[in-house]
C-alpha cells in the first residue's frame, strides 16, 4: 500500500476517533501505531513486522511501544499536553513552558524530519505508549550528519512517572537504531544524551540503558547539562 494511501487513510480513521466521545483512546493511538509503523517501514525498506517488534516490549503485565510520529489532531492535542502542559513547574528540567502556538510549531516541525525527507529520516520522533496509553515521547536526531553523535531527547508524563516508560522507549529507541546501523541504513557509532545535574531520577535512568556520563554542566542551548555517552554495537537480522 502507498504511502499517500495510508496517510489519506489515517487521516479518516483519526478524524473519525477523535471526535467520538465513546472510543477509547487505546483504539486511537493503536491505529496510529499500525499505520504509523507500515510508514515507517517503507521508509527504512524493512518489513513492516519486523519494526513492529523492534517498537514494542513487555514488561511483566504492562506493555511498552512506541508511535512514529505523524500529521494527526489528537497527536498535535497530545505534544500540547507535553510542551504546553499548564503546571508551570512541569518542566523544570526540560525546557521552558511553550505556548499552544510554540508546542503546534514544533509539534510540525518534528513531523517535516520524520517524513519529508528522501531515503532515511534524519530526525525521528515518537509517542510512547504505557499499556496503550499516550506517556510521553522519544526522539533522536541528527542520524545523517557525518561524526556528529545524534542525541537522545525524552519526557514523560507526570501521571506516568515511575512506570518504566523512560527506560522501556529508551531501550527500545537504542535496539531500533543498533538495528538500523546493522542493516547500513545509518554510520552511527555512538549516541548522546544530556541531562539537567539536579535530574537524578533521568541520570539513573541513562546510566541502566547503557550511557556513561562524560563531561559535566556541559552547556547546550537548554542551560546547564550532563553529557552522556554509548558506543553502538551494531545488531544484524534478517528483514
Request: hydrophobic share 40%; charged share 20%; proline share 4%.
Amino acid at each position: 500500500m502507498s504511502r499517500k494511501l495510508l496517510i489519506f487513510l489515517l487521516l479518516i480513521i483519526g478524524d473519525f476517533l477523535s471526535t467520538n466521545d465513546f472510543v477509547d483512546e487505546r483504539l486511537i493511538f493503536q491505529q496510529m501505531r499500525l499505520i504509523g509503523t507500515c510508514m515507517l517501514a517503507e521508509k527504512l525498506s524493512m518489513h513492516p513486522t519486523a519494526l513492529s517488534c523492534l517498537l514494542f516490549t513487555f514488561r511483566g503485565s504492562n506493555e511498552y511501544a512506541l508511535v512514529p510520529i505523524m500529521e494527526t489532531e489528537i497527536g498535535r492535542k497530545f505534544w500540547r499536553t507535553i510542551f504546553a502542559a499548564a503546571n508551570p513547574a512541569y518542566m523544570t528540567f526540560y525546557v521552558r513552558r511553550n505556548t499552544i502556538k510554540e508546542a503546534d510549531a514544533d509539534f510540525k516541525k518534528r513531523v517535516f524530519h520524520m517524513w519529508n525527507t528522501k531515503g532515511c529520516s534524519d530526525s525521528m520522533t515518537f509517542i510512547s505508549l504505557y499499556n496503550g496509553l499516550p506517556s510521553g515521547e522519544i526522539s533522536i536526531g541528527p542520524l545523517r550528519m557525518y561524526e556528529k553523535y545524534p542525541e537522545i531527547g525524552y519526557i514523560t508524563l507526570e501521571t506516568f512517572a515511575h512506570k518504566g516508560v523512560a527506560s522501556a522507549s529508551l531501550k527500545l529507541m537504542i535496539n531500533l537504531i543498533k538495528t538500523l546501523v546493522g542493516k547500513g541504513a545509518y554510520a552511527i557509532t555512538r549516541l548522546s544524551a544530556t541531562c539537567h545535574p539536579q535530574n537524578t531520577a533521568s541520570s539513573r535512568v541513562l546510566e541502566k540503558v547503557g550511557f556513561r556520563r562524560v563531561r559535566s554542566y556541559a552547556m547546550t542551548s537548554y542551560g546547564i547539562r550532563d553529557l552522556y555517552e554509548m558506543p553502538i554495537i551494531p545488531v544484524t537480522r534478517e528483514f
